[in-house]
C-alpha cells in the first residue's frame, strides 16, 4: 500500500480542481478522439494531462468500470465524474462520452439507411483495419493498469489466472470474476496486529 502521500506529489496542484463543466469538455473531447474503442487509454491520457487522477486512482476507476454491467466508456466516464465532483460531474462526463457517439450514429443511420446493400466495399475495408488499430489502442491503456496490478501484492498472480481463464479456457465470465474477486478479497484481507487479541 502506498503512503498517503505518495498520490498527492504526483496531483496537479497548480491548475484548479476539475468542474462538472470541464469533465464534460474532456470527456466530449475524448470521445471525439476514441474512435474504435480506444476510450480508456485516451481518458488517461486526458485525465494525466491535466494530473487530476494518479495511475492507482485511474487504475481503480478502470476497474470498476470494467467489473460495473454497461459500456466500459460510461461505466469510466461516470466512475471518473463521480470521483472528482460528486453526483453533477458522473452527469455531465457521461453526457460528454455519450454526445459525440450518438450523433455520429445518427448521422450514420441515416445515410447507410439510403443506401442499398449498406456501406460500400471500401468504408467496411477501412472499418476493419480501423479495428486492428483500435486494438492497439486499447492495449495502451490495458498496460499502466496491468502495471499497477503488478505492484499489487497476488496481482501478478490474479491477472494470470484470469488471462488464462477467459483468453485460453474460454470460461464463462461472470464466475471467474466472482473466483477473482474472492482471491483477492482473501490476499488483501485486514490483518490483526500481533499484540491485538
Known amino acids: 500500500m502506498s503512503s498517503p502521500a505518495a498520490p498527492s506529489a504526483t496531483l496537479n496542484t497548480t491548475s484548479p480542481p476539475p ?24 481518458t488517461r491520457r486526458a485525465v494525466n494531462a491535466r494530473r487530476w487522477l494518479t495511475d492507482v486512482e485511474f487504475a481503480e476507476s478502470y476497474t470498476l468500470a470494467q467489473l460495473t454491467p454497461g459500456p466500459n466508456a460510461v461505466n469510466l466516464a461516470a466512475m471518473i465524474g463521480a470521483r472528482l465532483c460528486g453526483r453533477l460531474g458522473a452527469l455531465t462526463s ?57 505492484d499489487v501484492r497476488g496481482g501478478g498472480v490474479v491477472m494470470a489466472l484470469t488471462f488464462l481463464a477467459l483468453g485460453v479456457l474460454r470460461l464463462p465470465l461472470l464466475p471467474v470474476l466472482l473466483v477473482m474477486l474472492s482471491a483477492g478479497l482473501i490476499i488483501h484481507r485486514p490483518r490483526r496486529a500481533s499484540g491485538d487479541s
Open 94 to 150: 457521461v453526457l460528454g462520452v455519450l454526445l459525440p457517439g450518438l450523433t455520429a450514429m445518427l448521422g450514420v443511420t441515416a445515410v447507410t439507411l439510403g443506401l442499398p446493400g449498406g456501406l460500400p466495399g471500401p468504408v467496411q475495408s477501412a472499418l476493419r483495419g480501423a479495428a486492428c488499430a483500435a486494438l492497439g489502442v486499447m492495449l495502451t491503456a490495458a498496460l499502466p493498469v496491468a502495471r499497477v496490478g503488478a
Open 19 to 42: 468542474t462538472p463543466l470541464a469533465l464534460f469538455q474532456l470527456f466530449f473531447g475524448v470521445a471525439l478522439s476514441g474512435i474504435g474503442g480506444g476510450l480508456p487509454a485516451h
